[in-house]
């Protein structure tokens, strides 16, 4: 039996080859498309006022760890920015993500909006962090997108 130059890794037969691989991707990438927009729909107050994150983020600064201060003295003068730019992209990057649009860029965009909440809120550097569903697992979710992730169109396959 001739194996293919991609099924050079592989130890003995897989029933399902990348096609296994390839459905679990889109799954990842819908669901967390849905969870992004939502999270960014959560935020859509962000648009209006802007006085809610300004208050969230000086409130951590009071308990900030040193690099969590170090990003909020940046991010605080900018917050009526900030607080139109994630609600924005989060919701965009979970369209994308759940339609298949641009996956990779998707998944990019929304785990700079989750990263910069979490280095603000300084979640990541607490042990809570390993089993917060947003925290660890979505970061990896995300990763594993903009590695392996593509659009759910149909390619045309190469021989």
């Known amino acids: ?12 037969p897989s029933p399902t080859g990348g096609r296994g691989q390839a459905a679990a991707l889109v799954l990842l990438r819908l669901f967390v498309g849905v969870f992004m927009f939502f999270f960014g729909l959560d935020k859509a107050s962000w648009l209006l006022d ?3 994150l300004a208050t969230q983020l000086s409130l951590w600064l009071l308990e900030a760890q040193p690099m969590s201060r170090w990003y909020l003295d940046r991010i605080i003068p900018g917050a009526p920015v900030f607080a ?5 992209a989060a919701m965009l990057g979970g369209i994308a993500l759940a339609f298949g649009f641009w996956a990779r860029i ?23 962090y390993l089993t917060d569903a947003s925290g660890l697992p979505l970061v990896g979710g995300l990763l594993a ?6 659009s759910d169109k149909r390619r045309p396959k190469k021989e």
Do not use: C
């Open 106 to 128: 998707a998944a990019a965009m929304s785990l700079v909006v989750v990263l910069s909440l979490q280095l603000a809120a300084g979640s990541m550097f607490r042990y809570a």
């Open 50 to 52: 802007a006085t809610p």
């Open 1 to 12: 039996m001739a194996r293919r130059l991609g099924d050079a890794g592989r130890m003995g």
């Open 145 to 150: 997108l903009i590695v392996g992730g593509t």
């Open 84 to 88: 139109r730019v994630v609600p924005i």
